[in-house]
């Protein structure tokens, strides 16, 4: 693969470790594992058994912890402090054939990690203010979906995987932005006349 693949999916993979951090770190060491692709050498420890075992069942708590208001709002707030370096570490090992993780990898991964994470916790939020929950599940069923969609478009396709949760993340942005103004709009005062 060229060195623009590699950081495509160095980009891409920070992307969906702010998301679904444990989730991502499992597909990509399933894949690893099965032979699926061939990692590169810093990537090789998501091939563990513990590896996998632990994101596997992190990434099942995260799916049930996800779609409960209230408690993915508390999850993603302490995931906080797993996504960020998780996606600095991902970003830094796809671009690092001899293992060395490079620091401005990890500094571009950290932040792309940490707006994915931000722009998930803003809608999570902002979806929590509402009093059904069938707008949270559908977002965590939609965020699950991306993150697999992705992962299996990521070692194929890395600039179609890429090109698409930018667009998402975008779009997200924007009705982010939108409904916040909706929903805290001042009223117009009245003038005493």
Do not use: C
Not at 29 to 42: I, V
Not at 70 to 90: C, E, I, K, N, Y
Request: zero cysteines; glycine letters at 10%; aromatic letters at 10%.
């Amino acid at each position: 693969m060229s060195e623009a693949h590699l950081f495509a999916i160095g980009v891409l993979l920070a992307w969906l470790a702010g998301i679904r951090v444990y989730l991502t770190v499992f597909g990509v060491g399933l894949a690893g594992a099965l032979g699926w692709l061939e990692l590169p050498q810093a990537l090789e420890a998501t091939t563990s058994p513990w590896v996998l075992g632990v994101s596997g069942v992190l990434a099942l708590a995260e799916f049930f912890a996800d779609k409960i208001p209230g408690v993915d709002s508390a999850w993603d707030l302490l995931q906080t402090l797993a996504r960020v370096p998780a996606g600095a570490f991902l970003a830094a090992a796809a671009l690092s054939p001899d293992g060395e993780l490079g620091a401005g990898m990890l500094a571009t991964g950290a932040g792309v990690a940490l707006t994915s994470h931000l722009l998930k916790s803003g809608s999570r939020a902002l979806l929590n203010a509402s009093p059904e929950p069938f707008s949270n599940w559908a977002a965590s069923a939609t965020e699950d979906a991306v993150v697999v969609g992705a992962l299996a478009l990521a070692f194929t396709h890395p600039w179609i995987a890429l090109t698409l949760v930018t667009g998402i993340g975008v779009l997200v942005a924007l009705a982010i932005w939108w409904l916040w103004r909706r929903l805290f709009r001042r009223a117009p005062r009245s003038v005493p006349g």
